[in-house]
C-alpha cells in the first residue's frame, strides 16, 4: 500500500481544516476508470463496487488535477475558502 506525506512532516506547510467538502464526485457519472485515483498524490481517491469515493481531503495540494483526468466530468471540484486547506509559507 501507498504510504502518503503529512503535511505536518512538511516545513512551511500546513492544513487548516475546511468546513465543507471542496470536491465530491457524481456517482451516476463515474466510470470507474480510476484515473483520478492514478493522479492524485494526495491519495484521496480509492475505488470500491467500481465507483470512485474519497479516502480523505486532508491531504490535497490543490492542484485540480482530478478534475481535469476525469472526462466523465464525475468530479464536483472547488478551492477551499480563503485561509483553509493546504496553506504555505510561499503563497
Ligand atoms: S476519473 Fe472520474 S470517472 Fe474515472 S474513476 Fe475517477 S471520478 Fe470516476
Ligand atoms: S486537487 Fe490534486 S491533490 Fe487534490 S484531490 Fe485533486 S488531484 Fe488530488
Known sequence: MKQYYSFEDIPGVKWVQVPEPFISIDQSKCTGCANCVKVCLAGVFKIK??????????????????LFICESRAINFSWPKHGSGYQSEWG
Open 49 to 66: 463496487d467500481k465507483k470512485a469515493e474519497i479516502n480523505s481531503l486532508d491531504r490535497c495540494l490543490e492542484c485540480a488535477s482530478c
